[in-house]
């Protein structure tokens, strides 16, 4: 079993409706959830992270986390085409907290 | 800016012949991480130093080796490169965590160095 799951997608959106991007973990110990937005040939770039159940807003994005249920969801709001990614969720691991796990990523298409 | 920064963007080597990526950044940060990422998986972590305390993954090939001479640099070897080591090879930096049981610190990323192996 995975440690952290990902649907691989494409989830296609048109430009300015909500993209919902979801993320499941397997170790009830996490406590530390990260978003990253990468390019197609760059390297993840940070977006959002989450500590604390519920929601964390910055701009158009929206975290959302829900450690009962072992789920935390990225929401983009008004997507638009420079949008278009594979979105990364990371969740701490080890006792240390350093590590993190890595989905697989879920790709997102915003079309015009 | 403060950043972590990969040299070279790009790198082919030979078969079995070594090659070293190097790895630096401003960022004063404790932790360097060291990622393998193939086309469309996730990063891999290889291993990571805390300040001078190396940290090696039970799954990273003994090919590879790295290097932390001080705060700021960090080195990835590859003793003998196979055509399954080409990848994206990223470079990461954090702040320490504060210790077991406390929030993990965001990673931040360098550009990465595209590996080639002819």
Redesign the interface.
């Known amino acids: 079993q995975k440690e952290v799951e990902q649907n691989s997608g494409p989830l296609s959106v048109p430009e300015g409706a909500i993209a919902s991007l979801n993320c499941t973990y397997s170790d009830r110990g996490s406590q530390s959830f990260f978003w990253y937005r990468q390019y197609s040939g760059k390297s993840p770039e940070l977006i959002m992270f989450i500590y604390s159940n519920g929601d964390k807003e910055d701009g158009r994005f929206t975290a959302q986390l829900n450690k009962a249920s072992q789920y935390v969801s990225l929401l983009i709001r008004d997507s638009q085409p420079s949008d278009s990614a594979t979105y990364l969720c990371a969740v701490n691991v080890g006792a240390a907290g350093n590590k993190l796990t890595f989905g697989g990523g879920t790709r997102v298409l915003v079309k015009p | 800016d403060a950043m972590v920064i990969q040299n070279p963007r790009y790198q082919v080597t030979q078969f079995g012949k070594p090659v070293t990526l190097s790895c630096s950044q401003t960022l004063n940060h404790n932790?360097m991480y060291w990622y393998q990422q193939k086309s469309s998986?996730?990063?891999k972590?290889l291993f990571?130093y805390?300040d001078k305390d190396f940290n090696n993954e039970a799954d990273t090939p003994d090919n590879f080796q790295s290097r932390r001479p001080n705060t700021s640099f960090c080195f990835l070897d590859i003793r003998s490169p196979g055509l399954g080591d080409a990848a994206?090879y990223?470079c990461a930096t954090?702040r320490?965590?504060g210790?077991?049981?406390?929030?993990?610190?965001?990673?931040?990323?360098?550009?990465?160095t595209?590996l080639s192996i002819l």
């Open positions: 932790v998986q996730a990063p972590l990571h805390y994206m990223l954090s320490r965590t210790g077991p049981g406390r929030f993990g610190q965001p990673q931040h990323f360098g550009d990465g595209r």
